[in-house]
C-alpha cells in the first residue's frame, strides 16, 4: 500500500470511530485500541509532513492563539423564532399557518429548544471550511478554529455531498460535564460558573482553541440554511439527511399531526427536563412541508412556519433573609443562604448554595437584598443576581465567620477556603460518617443525618471505625432508637462489610478522591498497602489522576490516626483490596492451601477469602493434601509440620503472583 492511501485508510478509521463514539455513543472499539490507531497516523504524518491534510484527525487544534474574531457573512439569515407562551398563543399560531396554507392537517415536526449557542458551519465538498456565531442573524465571528476542537462536530462528512452545504446546530455544555468543570474549580479554590449556557458561549469564544478542546462541548445540528440542487421536500427528510452525513441530530425530535401531540411533546419534556443531560428552555414547532414553509415565509427575520413555545420559566426574585455556613468533613465552611419560600416550576426553594466567600464578593450578595434566583442546568439552585436597585440602605454584608459554628474554635484562611481545623469537631464527624454511609460509599440503611448526629452527640462514635464495634445496647442507650430499629441498623452496619473495596476507599473521605477515582485506584492497586507505599509521581502517572488528588491520598494515607483507623476497619473485616485481581475465577482450583503468620496486605480472613473466590480450599491443619503453606511473618507450629511432610512454602508476594498469572 502506498503512504498515501495507508494515511487515507487510518483516517477513514478513526473518523468512523469518532462517529461512534462522539455521535452515536456506540463505540466499537477500546480506548486503547483507538489510541493506537490514533498514534500509528501520528507517526505517519510525522514522517510525510507534507501529506498532512486539514481534515486529518489530528489537525482539530490548530495551536495557534488568535488575536481576535473575523466577521464572516451567513449563507443564508439565522434567524430566531417567535415566542408563544401559553397554550392560546400557540393554538393562535397554529390557527393562523393552518388557515395561510390552506391545510387543515399538515405535519409539524417538534423539537427540543436548546439552551445553547446558534451556530452555522459550512462544509465544502464533505470537508468542515468554517464555522460562525449566530452574530446579528447576517454576520457571525469566524470561531472556525473553536468548533474544530469540539470531537461531536465532524471534520469530515460521513458521506460524499458536493459543492457547499450551510448546517446549523446549536453548541451546548452538557450539564454532567459542566458539574465536573465547577467541581473542579471548587476543588482549586475558583469561583464556580453559574449557568451552562454562558460557560458554553464563553468556552468557544475562546483566542486560545486549546481552551475550547479542554471543554468538552458537544452539538446538535437541526437545520440546513443552505445547500445545492436537492431532492428534500420536508424538514423531516432535512433531519435524516443530517444524520446520513454523520452529524448528531437530537434523537427526542419527533414528527406529528395534530395540535394534541405538539401538546404532549411540550407536557413530556417540561415535566422531565432533569432527565436531560442538556439545558432547554422550550421547545420549537416547525411546518414539516418545505413547500409550506416557502409559502407562509418570514417577517422581522422571524419564520412563521415555526414557533417556540417556551417551558414556565424557572427564575424567580425573592428575599435572601440571612446567610448561615456550613462545616463540610474536611473541615471547610461553606456559606449558604436561607430564602423567602418561593416557588419555582412547582418546586419550593428555601436555601442556595454560596459556594465561598468571593462568590458572595463577586455578586455583592448582601442580607435583606431582593435576589433573582434560578433553577437551571445542575437541579441546585443558583442565586444568580442582587437587585440592586430595590435596596433600601438596611442591608448588611456577610463576613465568614472567625469562630467554627459547629465547636467554636478559631478557623483559618487558605486561599480563598475558611477552615475549621479542629480534628475533634463533631460537624466534620457528622459530614463525614454521613458520607461514609452515603449511597455511593458504604450504603448504610437507617444510618441518616440524624442518627449520626445523635451517636457523634452521645460520643457512641468518635471515628468511622467505632461504627463497627456498636452493638444494641449502645444504641438503645440513645432515644432515638428502638429495639427493632436498633437490631435492623447494627445489621446493615454488618452487611456493609460486604461492600467491594472501591466503595470502602471512597467511604474513607480522603480529599478530593470520589467514587469515580476511587475505581480507577482500585484497579490500579491490588490493596490499600500498595496504595499507601505508591509515590505521589507514581499516582500522578495515573491517567486521570492529577498533582491534587495524588498529594491527597499520601498525605492521608500516611497519616499515623488515619492508618491506624484503617487498621481497625480491617479487623472488623472490611475489605481493602481488590476486587478486580482477584475477581472469581478458577485459578487455584483443586489446589489446597494452609496459612500460617501475619502478613502485610490482608488479614486471615481477606486471605481465605481470596482463596475461595479463585476455586481454591484452605485447611486449618497440614495434611498430605496441602499443597501449600502460605507463609507469613512469626510463623506457628504449621511450618515444622509442612517441613515434615515435604509441603511447598510461599511468600506472600509468591501467593499474589499466584493469582495474576495461572501456575501450571
Ligand atoms: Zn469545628
Known amino acids: 500500500m502506498t503512504i498515501d492511501k495507508q494515511l487515507e485508510e487510518l483516517r477513514t478509521q478513526i473518523h468512523y470511530h469518532d462517529y461512534l463514539y462522539y455521535v452515536t455513543n456506540h463505540p466499537e472499539i477500546s480506548d486503547n485500541v483507538y489510541d493506537e490507531l490514533l498514534q500509528n497516523l501520528i507517526q505517519l504524518e510525522e514522517k510525510h509532513p507534507n501529506l498532512i491534510t486539514n481534515d486529518s484527525p489530528t489537525q482539530r487544534v490548530s495551536g495557534t492563539i488568535q488575536t481576535g474574531f473575523k466577521s464572516i457573512d451567513h449563507k443564508t439569515a439565522l434567524l430566531s423564532l417567535g415566542n408563544a407562551f401559553t397554550e392560546k398563543d400557540l393554538y393562535s399560531w397554529y390557527k393562523k399557518t393552518t388557515a395561510l396554507i390552506g391545510d387543515p392537517n399538515p405535519k409539524f415536526v417538534c423539537e427540543l429548544k436548546f439552551d445553547g449557542l446558534a451556530i452555522s458551519i459550512l462544509y465544502e465538498n464533505g470537508v468542515l471550511i468554517s464555522g460562525a456565531t449566530r452574530g446579528n442573524g447576517i454576520q457571525g465571528e469566524d470561531v472556525t478554529q473553536n468548533i474544530r476542537t469540539i470531537k461531536s462536530i465532524p471534520l469530515k462528512l460521513r458521506k460524499q455531498h458536493l459543492n457547499l452545504l450551510d448546517v446549523r446546530g446549536e453548541i451546548l455544555f452538557p450539564k454532567s460535564k459542566f458539574q465536573q468543570l465547577n467541581e473542579n474549580r471548587i476543588e482549586q479554590g475558583l469561583i464556580p460558573y453559574s449557568h451552562p449556557r454562558n460557560t458554553a458561549s464563553g468556552s468557544l469564544r475562546q483566542l486560545n482553541p486549546n481552551i475550547t478542546a479542554q471543554r468538552n462541548l458537544d452539538i446538535f445540528f437541526y437545520n440546513i440554511g443552505y445547500m445545492d440542487r436537492h431532492n428534500i421536500t420536508s424538514h423531516w427528510e432535512q433531519l435524516g439527511y443530517l444524520k446520513e452525513l454523520g452529524l448528531k441530530t437530537n434523537p427526542l425530535n419527533k414528527r406529528v399531526n395534530s395540535i394534541e401531540e405538539i401538546l404532549d411533546f411540550y407536557s413530556i419534556w417540561n415535566n422531565n427536563q432533569n432527565a436531560l443531560d442538556y439545558c432547554c428552555d422550550g421547545i420549537v414547532i416547525k411546518i414539516d412541508d418545505l413547500d409550506y414553509q416557502q409559502k407562509i415565509g418570514a417577517n422581522n ?30 473541615g471547610v465552611l461553606t456559606p449558604y443562604a436561607t430564602l423567602e419560600p418561593i416557588e419555582i416550576d412547582g418546586v419550593i426553594i428555601k436555601h442556595a448554595t454560596l459556594h465561598n466567600i468571593e462568590y458572595i464578593q463577586k455578586k455583592d450578595l448582601r ?62 464527624l457528622t459530614r463525614l460518617i454521613e458520607h461514609f454511609a452515603s449511597k455511593n460509599s458504604m450504603d448504610i440503611e437507617g444510618l441518616g443525618i440524624k442518627q449520626i448526629n445523635s451517636l457523634v452527640q452521645q460520643k457512641k462514635i468518635k471515628d468511622i ?144 477469602n481470596i482463596i475461595t473466590d479463585n476455586g481454591g480450599t484452605t485447611t486449618r491443619n497440614i495434611t498430605k493434601k496441602t499443597n501449600f503453606l502460605i507463609l507469613g511473618d512469626s510463623p506457628g507450629s504449621k511450618l515444622n509440620d509442612a517441613k515434615t511432610l515435604g509441603i511447598s512454602l510461599i511468600t506472600e508476594k509468591e501467593f499474589k503472583s499466584m493469582i495474576d498469572t495461572k501456575i501450571p
Open 301 to 330: 427575520r422571524q419564520p412563521k412556519w415555526a414557533i417556540a413555545y417556551k417551558f414556565p420559566s424557572i427564575q424567580a426574585t425573592t428575599l435572601l433573609k440571612k446567610i448561615d455556613v456550613n462545616v463540610g468533613r474536611s
Open 465 to 608: 471505625s467505632d461504627l463497627y464495634i456498636l452493638d444494641v445496647d449502645d444504641l438503645l442507650d440513645i432515644d432515638r432508637f428502638g429495639e427493632k430499629s436498633a437490631s435492623n441498623l447494627i445489621q446493615s452496619i454488618e452487611n456493609s462489610k460486604q461492600q467491594p473495596f472501591y466503595r470502602v476507599l471512597t467511604g474513607l473521605g480522603i480529599p478530593n478522591v470520589g467514587n469515580k477515582t476511587a475505581e480507577i485506584l482500585c484497579k490500579t492497586f491490588t490493596t490499600i498497602d500498595d496504595l499507601k507505599e505508591a509515590s505521589v509521581e507514581t499516582l500522578n502517572s495515573i491517567p486521570s489522576i492529577g498533582i491534587t488528588i495524588s498529594t491527597s491520598i499520601n498525605n492521608f494515607l500516611n497519616n499515623p490516626i488515619n492508618w491506624e483507623m484503617i487498621d481497625r476497619l480491617k479487623h472488623s473485616g472490611l475489605i481493602f483490596y481488590s476486587n478486580s485481581k482477584f475477581e472469581k475465577n478458577q485459578t487455584l482450583n483443586n489446589i489446597t492451601f494452609a496459612i500460617t503468620g501475619k502478613f502485610n496486605s490482608f488479614n486471615r480472613s481477606e486471605l481465605e
Open 367 to 428: 442580607i435583606g437584598d431582593q435576589v433573582v434566583v434560578e433553577r437551571a442546568g445542575n437541579v441546585i439552585p443558583q442565586i444568580i443576581s442582587a437587585l440592586t436597585n430595590k435596596r433600601k440602605g438596611n442591608e448588611t454584608s456577610f463576613q465568614m465567620p472567625h469562630k467554627c459554628p459547629t465547636c467554636m474554635e478559631q478557623t483559618i484562611k487558605e486561599d480563598t477556603f475558611v477552615l475549621c481545623i479542629n480534628a475533634q469537631c463533631p460537624a466534620q
